[in-house]
Antibody
Framework: QVQLQESGPGLVKPSQTLSLTCTVS????????WSWIRQHPGKGLEWIGY???????YYSPSLKSRVTISVDTSKNQFSLKLSSLTAADTAVYYC???????????WGQGTLVNVSS | QSALTQPPSASGSPGQSVTISCTGT?????????VSWYQQHPGKAPKLMIYEVNKRPSGVPDRFSGSKSGNTASLTVSGLQAEDEADYYCSSYAGSNNLLFGGGTKLTVL
């Protein structure tokens, strides 16, 4: 079974860029879609975007201008960069896998990111 | 695009059935058979319970079922058990490689 683990800073300053990495184990990143999803405190889920293993990227229209997702197949990892941070970006960030791009099969445990000076 | 619409809460007694709705538009829920449902217990990551409207991943009890009519999808939990108490989220493909989530429904087992 595929397992995913997010890593990155728990605290980032406003206006800076958030960088998170998701490490995949128990399976190869060289197939399917690899997503980032966030959840604001006490709120619902928000899809950020995903990357196809070949490198094609697809982003939520509402975040597209600030998001970059990349993949490193040699390390079995994919990454998220979110720029121009504000307090509204404070959330738990999850990485997830998707075989066909229509649902999220497996999820990481999530990592809380707090945007504060 | 707006999030899909779910009732904020639902409840039922042990052994009963409860249905949670997820309403979208013809551009998302109504346009594709790519609705999925996720269960999230407090402090935990979401877990896929239903995909492609009515398919269950391996290991998900058959007490969980999904359906769709027009622009509204539904998740039914039959034979409610205490461990079913959780938040439930729907998701739908919305075309052009875009995915939407519902606002979530808190299911309480009375």
């Amino acid at each position: 079974q595929v397992q995913l683990q997010e890593s990155g800073p728990g605290l980032v300053k406003p206006s800076q860029t958030l960088s998170l990495t998701c490490t995949v184990s128990g399976g190869s990143i060289s197939s399917g879609y690899w997503s980032w999803i966030r959840q604001h405190p006490g709120k619902g889920l928000e899809w950020i975007g995903y990357i196809y293993y070949s490198g094609s990227t697809y982003y939520s229209p509402s975040l597209k201008s600030r998001v970059t997702i990349s993949v490193d197949t040699s390390k079995n990892q994919f990454s998220l960069k979110l720029s121009s941070l504000t307090a509204a970006d404070t959330a738990v960030y999850y990485c997830a896998s998707s075989r066909h791009g229509y649902n999220f099969d497996y999820w990481g445990q999530g990592t809380l990111v707090n945007v504060s000076s | 695009q707006s999030a899909l619409t779910q009732p904020p809460s639902a409840s039922g007694s042990p052994g009963q059935s409860v249905t949670i709705s997820c309403t979208g538009t013809s551009s998302d829920v109504g346009g594709y058979n790519y609705v999925s449902w996720y269960q999230q217990h407090p402090g935990k990551a979401p877990k896929l319970m239903i995909y492609e409207v009515n398919k269950r991943p391996s290991g998900v009890p058959d007490r969980f079922s999904g359906s769709k009519s027009g622009n509204t999808a539904s998740l039914t939990v039959s034979g409610l058990q205490a461990e079913d108490e959780a938040d439930y989220y729907c998701s739908s493909y919305a075309g052009s490689n875009n995915l939407l989530f519902g606002g979530g429904t808190k299911l309480t087992v009375l």
